[in-house]
């Protein structure tokens, strides 16, 4: 191979259209030798299927050797290929049928390896190993099998080595563990302050069983115990020392998506990709940017050419890259039975509708549906989320009044007002992360409302709460999820089992608290952008003015000295870890004016950010 050849080989790079020609010309011209797919480079199964083999003709006429190609195709609300595929559960559906049906885990991943097999797809970035131990996660949740990690370790590995049985390379995700974080990292950087001992107890357990695929997907999360200066993804500490020397993996490493925001606040690109190679990551993902994608290949470039041990770290890389390319990069030749992947798909589905609580009630004529309507969840979801309406779907069915709420913008007063003097069927999504679906949800068990629950998601409606007369969980908002739900509520029986643990109820001191966190974690997450007093009031429909007093009250200190406190805390990470300008430094903090910057930094350190960094020994 040619050094630009092996420096392709280092890639997995998406594009931004459904034309076969865009890629094969980036596969020529700059080598490439892998590809991610998502939705929006797919028009349909029989286009896949040609997609597919045309990218590894161009693969194997400007490299040599087969591509990798993979997809995000985790089930449930996680998937990327609708055409020509089973709709199969989710990782939290699977986890609750798991208990009725031992091998479930195995039907689902037999059934994605073998039909994307089939479509050309060689890699799928599934199942999800993260334990999802914080019901506030915003990110992971039902892409999670369970906040028991021996759950989790045997429900992936058992999905995992189905995948692989089927010829199609599994990746676990997201080392060391995306479970306990409040901060999505497509937004920006998760810390966690678990000391190794802690980790082993609960994320790593999934890594150490006796089961591990030939690829695993690392987080950016920052793991401030094992590593304060770099995050999983491209720390030598986490991925050589431990994954590979400790824990003895010996397959491939390939990074979470590198233009995630996680990485790019905080990091060069350039800088970032040389790190996470002598760290021993084998495979770079630039999911969506060609200009991105330029930046890591020719800094990967520059290096290899101007360090001959730099040079040494790709040739290894690419040793493991070719060793499994020679395993998965072959044609599939396995009939498939689609009519029974469906039956086994809707079995599994109706294995995990669970009755959390209580015992349901005849939907009958002193019946009312409020439901939310469908929606994308988290950035990790597809734009081709399924179009559904649960209270229009019950409503029709049972032919009762039903009200269509959109999840985070209706009047409470005017659903209590329908509901009034009702039984009242209530499904919600995510109402624990959602204020005025919690209020409504609050006002119906205050008033003694007749409620039947039902989590269309996660199944964390309940926390703090009071419980419902029936509290039903269906961990997906799916037409297959939907379709078993239909089905418990006209007399089948629910076999599901919670796979994750709802916890006491909370006090009312700790209901209090509930809001201020959730503020505190949208500040968190969203401090790089021009935040207001009044704009975080509206996100979360309150007055500029209680927001102001519930500051005062709860943290000690009002809203703005908080919320510098927060971007002088980012803005000395950034000093501390990275090349960036000062003024750089100060607008990704969300200071627009570099001299209120060195203003609020001055006032909260005691000098100016310039001083800070020169005089730091942190600093190299």
Partial sequence: MTLEQKIGQLLMVGWQSTQTKDIIELIKKYHYGNIILFSRNIKSAEHLKKLTADIQEAALKYNGVPAIISVDQEGGSIRRVYNGVTSVPGHMAIGAASFSRPKVASEIGKII???????????????????????????????????????????????????????????????????????????????????????RTLELLPYTGSYLPDAIMTAHILYRKLDDRFPA?????????????????????????LEMDALTRAYSLGGAVIFAVQASCDILT???????????????????????????????????????????????TAEIDFEKNRELAEAASLASITIASGTPFPIDDETVIVGVTNYVSSIAEDKNVEDLDIAKILGKEFKIPYLSIDNKNFNVNEVQEFVKGKKVVLALSDSHLTLVQKVLYTNLIQTKAKVMLISLRTPYDVLGQGLPECHICIYEYTRLSVKSLLAVLKGEKAEGKLPVKLGRSQSQSELKNYLIDRIIRYIEGNYAKLLTLESVADEFLISSGYLCRLFKQKIGIN?????????????????????????????????????????VFKKATGMTPSYFRNNSEYYD
């Fill in 113 to 199: 390896g073998r039909e994307l097999k089939n479509l050309g797809v060689n890699c799928v970035l599934a199942p999800v190993a993260d334990v999802n131990t914080n019901p506030m996660n915003p990110i992971i949740g039902i892409r999670s099998f369970s906040d028991d990690p021996h759950l989790v370790g045997q429900l992936a590995g058992q999905m995992s080595k189905a995948i692989q049985e089927e010829g199609v390379l599994s990746c676990y995700k997201h080392f060391i563990g995306h479970g306990d974080v409040h901060i999505d990292s497509h937004l920006d950087l998760p810390c966690i302050d678990a000391s190794l001992k802690d980790l």
């Fill in 286 to 332: 630039i999911s969506h940017s060609f200009g991105r994608q330029l930046i890591v290949r020719n800094s990967l470039l520059e290096a290899a050419k101007s360090d001959p041990g730099f040079l040494k770290h790709v040739d290894e890389a690419v040793a493991r890259i070719l060793k499994y390319k020679e395993k998965y990069c072959m044609e599939a």
């Fill in 559 to 599: 809203f703005v000295n908080y919320l510098n406190m927060v971007r002088v805390a980012k803005a000395k990470h950034l000093l501390l870890t990275t090349n960036l300008r000062i003024y750089e430094v100060g607008n990704l903090c969300g200071f627009a004016d570099l001299n209120y910057f060195t203003k």
């Fill in 233 to 257: 993804s491209i720390s030598k500490k986490i991925i050589f020392d431990l994954l590979r020397k400790e824990i003895g993996f010996k397959g491939l490493v390939i990074s979470d998506c």
